[in-house]
């Protein structure tokens, strides 16, 4: 499965184990306007440092924090596992 997919699987996954109604799963989704918490992107980071073996938030010194999913998909595809 690619990383895209593997994202967009996972963040349907917390969405539902955590009841959460998300929007529509498009690149220029504004990550604060996805219908997840903290608690869920928390719990999203966790699952795919495992699945993809890599934490693009911790592997750099430089802190990015991306808006848009595509920003997110796109930190997860450009970062080496």
Avoid: H, W
Wanted: hydrophobic share 40%; proline share 5%; with cysteine.
């Amino acid at each position: 499965m690619s990383i895209r997919l593997t994202i967009l699987s996972q963040i349907e996954n917390v969405a539902a184990e955590q009841k959460k109604k998300i929007a529509p799963l498009r690149e220029d989704l504004i990550l604060t306007e996805s219908g997840l918490d903290s608690l869920c992107f928390a719990i999203l980071v966790a699952r795919l440092e495992d699945e993809l073996g890599a934490d693009p938030f911790t592997a750099s010194e430089e802190v990015y924090f991306p808006k848009t999913l595509g920003e997110f998909i796109g930190l997860y595809e450009q970062t080496p596992n």
